[in-house]
C-alpha cells in the first residue's frame, strides 16, 4: 500500500526524465490536489497517476492476477483502491483538470517509447481543452456583462421617456 503515495517507481522516474527531455516542467506529487498526483503539469492543467496494475485493479492486465489464497481479502482492498483512484479523478476534473492515468504494464521496455508519445498528446490537448474552457467561460462572462449593460442602458431610457411624458 505504501507504494501508492512514494515519490515515484522506478518507470515512473524513466517517464518522467523522458517527458523532461520532451521540454515539460512538472511537479511531483503535489499534496495541494486531491490524491496527490503523482505528476503534476500545471501549465498544462494536466496531471498524471502512474498506477501499479495490481493494486490499482488494471482490468484484462495479466500483472493484475488475484493471489490464489484470501481472495476476498484482495479483491475487496483493490476494489477499495478503485473507488477512490474514480472519486480522486473526479475530484481534480471538477476542478478543471485533466486527468491521464499510466499503467505500470505501458512503461515496459517494448511499448515505453509509445506511452511516452501518448502522455505528450494527451498533457499537449489537455492544455488545448483548459484554454478553449477558459475562453468560452471569459465569452460567457463579457457576453451577460453586454447584455446587462443594454438592459440598464434600455431601463435609463424608458424610465426618461416616463419621465418626459409625464412632467409635462
Ligand atoms: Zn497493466
Redesign the pocket.
Known sequence: MSRIHSSGTKPEIRLRRALWHLGFRYRVNDPRLPGKPDIVFGRYRTVVFVHG?FWHG?QG????TVPKTNVEFWVSKVERNKVRDSAVWRRLEALGWKVVVV????LKKAVFEETVLRVKDEIVSGGKEYRERIALARQLREKSRKEQAERKARNKYFSQEIKAKYSR
Request: glycine content about 0%; overall charge negative; some cysteine.
Open positions: 496494475c488494471h492486465c495479466s500483472l493484475y499503467w505500470e504494464c505501458q
